[in-house]
């Protein structure tokens, strides 16, 4: 005799961490769209030498005779030069392809360096407290404290300007902010329950700081660090404005606004500073936008995830 069929209970899928967030990221149309230009713009820098080649126009050699007016005056965007010319007969769209390398480059180099530094010297003023958190806490004080563009001129006078001198300006300005929150969020988690347990198993403190406390930060570091990339961004093109970051003729898009802004010629080509200035507008909106959708996605309800720590068995 067969036993009667029943129905089975349907199957539960349990779906992980990565997958959740992905889906809420999917969900976020603001902050595709803004991923969506990241990405076009990643790949506009990237493939330089691609649009060098398919215009046919160098970054700096200058088209007299084709890029500037029988006056003397740049060209508009058209069918020879896209973006137009500058004042020098230029090919704006290369020079734009080559200055978005640069400032992709410096921004994003100079937040992970200084994002590695504010969360290490954050975790371990926050953990231990004391003198090592008033002697790291004043110090972010008296970094904050200093006068960003005084500092910078003072370095490209002694040093002369270059990249190494950009990041390490922008590094150095930048590490602050993101140490200050690390050190509030592990104030708050060196009390919690976890890290007691930790503790009373006999873990160090670099080991809680790593592997119990460190994780639970991933959120933070990811948003801020998103964040800081359109910061040095800007600080970049800033100081490259000011002329105290990358060498001309090297093209940036602080030095291309600089160029127009000299004599100007912008008042007569438009194109030399909206077309630059709507890139970096935009190009800082979308990081912004990016990093909120990612604090939205990553965690949602704000709270901290414990990593348990494996107890071996004796």
Same mark, same amino acid.
């Given at each position: ?24 990221? %999917? ?70 392809? @080559? ?9 994003? %180099?100079?937040? %992970? ?8 010297? $954050?975790?371990?003023?926050? @953990?231990?407290? =004391? ?10 004080? %008296? ?11 003072? &370095? ?27 050190? =509030?969020?592990? #104030? ?13 198993? $006999? ?20 948003? @801020? ?6 910061? =040095? ?20 898009? =602080? $030095?291309? &606004? ?7 010629? @912008? ?7 909206? #077309? ?17 959708? &990612? ?20």
């Amino acid at each position: 005799m067969t036993a009667p069929a029943t129905d089975s209970a349907p199957a539960v899928v349990q779906r992980g961490s990565f997958e959740l967030t992905l889906r809420r990221l %999917l969900r976020d149309k603001a902050g595709l769209l803004a991923l969506s230009f990241i990405l076009l713009l990643v790949a506009f820098a990237l493939g330089a030498g691609v649009v060098e080649a398919w215009t046919g126009h160098s970054a700096f050699e200058q088209y007299r005779d084709t890029g500037l007016t029988p006056t003397g005056m740049p060209v508009g965007p058209g069918a020879e030069f896209l973006f137009g010319t500058d004042g020098l007969g230029r090919d704006v769209m290369v020079r734009l392809a @080559y200055g978005a390398r640069t400032s992709l480059t410096i921004g994003v %180099l100079a937040s %992970l360096i200084a994002s590695f530094i504010g969360v290490s010297i $954050g975790l371990v003023a926050g @953990y231990f407290g =004391g003198w090592a958190d008033i002697v790291l806490g004043r110090t972010m004080d %008296l970094v904050m404290s200093i006068p960003v563009l005084l500092c910078a001129l003072a &370095l490209v006078s002694v040093f002369g300007p270059s990249v190494i001198l950009s990041v390490a300006v922008i590094v150095f300005f930048s590490w602050t902010t993101i140490g200050r929150v690390i050190r =509030g969020q592990v #104030i708050s988690l060196r009390q919690r329950d976890f890290v007691q347990a930790s503790r009373s198993l $006999g873990a160090g403190p670099v080991s809680i700081m790593i592997i119990d406390i460190l994780p639970n930060l991933s959120v933070p570091i990811i948003v @801020y660090t998103t964040m800081m990339i359109p910061n =040095g961004i800007v600080f970049e093109a800033t100081l490259s404005f000011l002329g105290l970051g990358i060498v001309p003729p090297a093209p940036s898009w =602080g $030095g291309m &606004l600089a160029e127009a802004a000299s004599n100007s010629i @912008y008042l007569v080509a438009w194109w030399l500073i909206m #077309i630059p200035g709507a890139i970096l507008l935009i190009t800082t909106l979308s990081f912004n936008i990016l990093g909120d959708a &990612l604090r939205d996605a990553l965690d949602p309800s704000g709270r901290p995830t414990r990593k348990r720590r494996k107890v071996s068995k004796s």
